[in-house]
T-cell receptor
Framework: SQQGEEDPQALSIQEGENATMNCSYKTSINNLQWYRQNSGRGLVHLILIRSNEREKHSGRLRVTLDTSKKSSSLLITASRAADTASYFCAVRGSQGNLIFGKGTKLSVKP | DTEVTQTPKHLVMGMTNKKSLKCEQHMGHRAMYWYKQKAKKPPELMFVYSYEKLSINESVPSRFSPECPNSSLLNLHLHALQPEDSALYLC?????????????FGQGTRLTVV
């Protein structure tokens, strides 16, 4: 498998707090992506970070990438109840397909 | 239009039935994918079509038969499924070119085999 573990597997926080999710991968990559999935629905692309980038921001999202450790983190600041979802990191396979990590289920309590 | 449309949203079928899942996109993407997702698990790749040709079949049983009639459509034909095939089936599309690797997903078909 090209993907390792994501941690934590589940995270429960209060509205307004920050949520941090981590992802590890096993192979060399050109980029790493993060996706969000609301319960039982399709996945939505959140943010992409390229292998020559160390940090990237998009609104309340901050992604870091450490290629030496083969790891990435997703930080959601000032979380809202609407952020409740599962979050997956993904790297691209040789045929363009995405290979997903196991995901973190985030629950934000109002 | 940045949508991938999947139909139906829900499907209940018996083990002797034949049914089809449909997926459509009009973003000009030449790569289309079927993923299977079981509860509390990440999506797992089933098939990849690149320029309407099957390029990956991830050892999927023959009771699942993909079809790509044109660059906008992707079908998954189902026959003689087992209860363990019950899952969320997701279609996705993307550019073939690695420079734009973002994938767009449909909302999925929730399949229940009885």
């Amino acid at each position: 498998s090209q993907q390792g573990e994501e941690d934590p597997q589940a995270l429960s926080i209060q509205e307004g707090e920050n949520a941090t999710m981590n992802c590890s991968y096993k192979t060399s990559i050109n980029n790493l992506q993060w996706y969000r999935q609301n319960s039982g629905r399709g996945l939505v692309h959140l943010i992409l970070i390229r292998s020559n980038e160390r940090e990237k921001h998009s609104g309340r999202l901050r992604v870091t990438l450490d290629t030496s450790k083969k790891s990435s983190s997703l930080l959601i600041t000032a979380s809202r109840a609407a952020d409740t979802a599962s979050y997956f990191c993904a790297v691209r396979g040789s045929q363009g397909n995405l290979i997903f990590g196991k995901g973190t289920k985030l629950s934000v309590k109002p | 239009d940045t949508e991938v449309t999947q139909t139906p949203k829900h499907l209940v079928m018996g083990m002797t039935n034949k049914k089809s899942l449909k997926c459509e996109q009009h973003m000009g993407h030449r790569a289309m994918y079927w993923y299977k997702q079981k509860a509390k698990k990440p999506p797992e790749l089933m098939f990849v079509y690149s320029y309407e040709k099957l390029s990956i079949n991830e050892s999927v049983p023959s009771r699942f038969s993909p079809e790509c009639p044109n660059s906008s459509l992707l079908n998954l034909h189902l026959h003689a499924l087992q209860p363990e095939d019950s899952a969320l089936y997701l279609c996705a599309s993307s550019q073939v070119w690695e420079g734009i690797p973002e994938a767009f997903f449909g909302q999925g078909t929730r399949l229940t085999v009885v």
